[in-house]
């Protein structure tokens, strides 16, 4: 029996190693209804826990139950992967194939009703991620935006209770990325969903709650909010580039932006200074780039 109260995630010093690497290093979590942002630099570990939680990688340590069931099961993995929903980074798919052929494929192995119910619930969701015109072209003719909303139209098959993104919007132009907003903030009012990204936007669009990880650990969770007061007094605006010991770069004005780790005003700069208001791409830059650096 599953507990129906349980979160749809529930990770407990999970690890993960690929020799003498460690990957993912005793992480803890848990995940219920509602966009949960995952962000790190390269290498931080995202896309691992993302295969695990998909069940494509077992950890090597810990304990890891999703949507109330034990992944280490085979009859209980089958079972999540059929309440889940999972777009990889850079998906693979049959060149040959139809966007309709695709989708339908997926949706038999998910093990999705009868023919003219699964039917429905392709032709609904290429119509979700504006591919229903192109439902009878292959794969290989459709453009690198297009073949990232088919990926997008596979996970969201029957409404996952679980839905795992990574770096879903790669290759969207603006109106396409609106639309998945709006897409996943409907279904996270019944769903968890896990975005894993690096546009900053997505995150403070969607996200209620954000997890940043760096080389395999979990180094905040909370509300962007919270992550944002961090950051409070620790950035600046300059005519000059400070000489040392800050993050800055060079805005359209030609003034430059400065993120102080101390939150002292940046030093080896005369002239026009000014603290500002962080936003989330600052606060994270902070925690990731200048606090772990210096660790």
């Not at 949507?67 to 079972?79: H, N, Q, V």
């Not at 998945?180 to 546009?199: I, K, P, W, Y």
């Not at 800055?248 to 101390?262: E, F, K, N, Y």
Request: charged fraction near 30%; include cysteine.
């Amino acid at each position: 029996m599953t507990d129906p109260t349980a979160p749809a995630v529930h990770a407990r010093g999970v690890t993960r190693r690929y020799g003498s690497r460690t990957a993912l290093d005793a992480v803890d979590l848990d995940l219920g209804p509602g966009v949960t942002g995952l962000l790190g630099r390269n290498g931080a570990g995202k896309t691992t826990l993302l295969r695990c939680l998909a069940t494509d990688l077992e950890a090597s340590r810990g304990e890891l139950r999703l949507l109330g069931r034990d992944p280490g099961r085979a009859p209980e993995r089958t079972e999540i992967r059929r309440r889940l929903g999972y777009l990889p980074q850079n998906p693979e798919f049959y060149p040959h194939f139809t966007a309709f052929g695709l989708v339908d494929y997926v949706a038999v192995l998910k093990e999705m009703g009868g023919r003219r119910e699964r039917h429905d619930e392709v032709r609904r969701n290429l119509d979700r991620v504006g591919l229903y015109d192109r439902r009878h072209s292959r794969v290989r003719r459709l453009s690198g935006g297009m073949r990232q909303r088919l990926g997008l139209a596979c996970a969201l098959l029957g409404d996952p209770e679980l839905l795992l993104l990574d770096e879903p919007t790669i290759g969207l132009d603006p109106e396409q990325r609106i639309r998945f907003r709006d897409l996943v903030s409907e279904l996270a009012t019944r769903s968890t969903v896990v975005l894993s990204t690096h546009q900053i936007e997505d995150v403070a669009a969607l996200c209620r709650r954000v997890v940043c990880l760096d080389r395999g650990r979990v180094v905040f969770d909370g509300t962007p909010g919270d992550l944002v007061e961090r950051a409070k007094g620790r950035v600046w605006v300059q005519r000059e580039r400070p000489r040392r010991g800050v993050t800055t770069w060079r805005l359209a004005d030609g003034r430059h932006r400065v993120l102080t780790p101390d939150g002292t005003e940046p030093s080896g700069a005369d002239g026009e200074r000014v603290e500002v208001d962080p936003t989330l791409e600052d606060a994270y830059l902070l925690l990731t780039g200048v606090e772990q650096g210096a660790r």
